[in-house]
T-cell receptor, first 117, second 110 residues
Framework: EAGVTQFPSHSVIEKGQTVTLRCDPISGHDNLYWYRRVMGKEIKFLLHFVKESKQDESGMPNNRFLAERTGGTYSTLKVQPAELEDSGVYFC???????????????FGPGTRLTVT | GQSLEQPSEVTAVEGAIVQINCTYQTSGFYGLSWYQQHDGGAPTFLSYNALDGLEETGRFSSFLSRSDSYGYLLLQELQMKDSASYFCAVGVYNTDKLIFGTGTRLQVFP
């Protein structure tokens, strides 16, 4: 079974530019999550999709961030325009529809390291 | 607010036992998870406790005390490959998001 994949692995952009991150979850996983880790701090939740619907986007920092999940498969996270404080590692995770409890096992991708200069 | 505290770094030698503690203050607490992350890699699920007590999975065990808002991860028979960062994470009732601690970097020496 292929794991969660993310593209690109690294991205360096200038302030004001646009970047789009992509996540391919494990096949058959209805739940898809985005998290980010900034400057060695804790990993913070951004949002949660169930299939193509946004279930919880309480962690999205502002309207410069736009997440989509077309057809309930892969997801993209666009940052436009990027600011210096957006630098960090963006993780995607997925999980089964039926779980062992709230917050039970999520499968993470290796992350996209975003550097805004 | 929501907060989790864990030590920033722990060191140990091969073959030893190490315990990584996690205390939390979260509303709507449902369960406590542990994840391992090697440098540059994906966080990998290790364990999940929703009830008080000890869960054992091979060399790793995890403990939860809901009344004390406290849990720990116990790693036995340490190996060099266990050098990594370990995160505790809280699952919140009626949501699927995880709230993470800042992570504990474990260094295992020969």
């Amino acid at each position: 079974e292929a794991g969660v994949t993310q593209f690109p692995s690294h991205s360096v952009i200038e302030k004001g530019q646009t970047v789009t991150l992509r996540c391919d979850p494990i096949s058959g996983h209805d739940n898809l999550y985005w998290y980010r880790r900034v400057m060695g701090k804790e990993i913070k939740f951004l949002l949660h999709f169930v299939k193509e619907s946004k279930q919880d986007e309480s962690g999205m920092p502002n309207n410069r961030f736009l997440a989509e999940r077309t057809g309930g498969t892969y997801s993209t996270l666009k940052v436009q325009p990027a600011e210096l404080e957006d630098s960090g590692v963006y993780f995607c995770a997925s999980s089964h529809a039926t779980r062992g409890g709230y917050g039970y096992e999520q499968y993470f991708g290796p992350g996209t390291r975003l550097t805004v200069t | 607010g929501q907060s989790l505290e864990q030590p920033s770094e722990v060191t140990a030698v091969e073959g030893a036992i190490v315990q990584i503690n996690c205390t939390y203050q979260t509303s709507g607490f449902y369960g406590l998870s542990w994840y391992q992350q090697h440098d540059g890699g994906a966080p990998t699920f290790l364990s999940y406790n929703a009830l008080d007590g000890l869960e054992e999975t091979g060399r790793f065990s995890s403990f939860l005390s809901r009344s004390d808002s406290y849990g720990y991860l116990l790693l036995q028979e340490l190996q060099m490959k266990d050098s990594a960062s370990y995160f505790c994470a809280v699952g919140v009732y009626n949501t699927d998001k995880l709230i993470f601690g800042t992570g504990t970097r474990l260094q295992v020496f020969p």
